[in-house]
């Protein structure tokens, strides 16, 4: 019913920036609780940065003031904008989203994940 596109992952040198992009289409009725997670070779996935239905945003601790998270409604898109980029911040980045399909009201919800994009920081 959903289905999710991811973009904007590439190769950067450190201290370079890249905006990541997680774009969903479907019968949406409205994202809820959406997020970027981050997972480096050998590594869990870790939470990078969400924003909870109400709209409280927040980051993990090693990423605040240089990652922002960001989401337009009207196009269901929810943004990831990595600025200072490090080495060791190299990974596939998931997004996430939660939130209820239908059309003139929702009708269920429903819980996804993007394919994931590769961000590589390295000179």
């Known amino acids: 019913q959903v289905q999710v596109e991811e973009s904007g992952g590439g190769l950067v040198q450190p201290g370079g920036s890249l905006r990541l992009s997680c774009a969903a289409s479907g019968r949406i009725f409205r994202l809820n609780n959406v997020g970027w997670y981050r997972q480096a070779p050998g590594n869990e996935r870790e939470l990078v940065a969400r924003?909870?239905?109400?709209?409280?945003?927040g980051y993990l601790d090693s990423v605040k003031g240089r990652f922002t998270i960001s989401r337009d409604n009207a196009k269901n898109t929810v943004y990831l904008e990595m600025s200072s980029l490090k080495p060791e911040e190299t990974g596939g980045y998931y997004c996430y989203l939660g939130g209820e399909v239908g059309g003139s009201w929702p009708t269920s919800r429903f819980e996804t994940w993007g394919q994931g994009t590769q961000v590589t920081v390295s000179s």
């Open positions: 924003i909870a239905d109400g709209g409280y945003i």
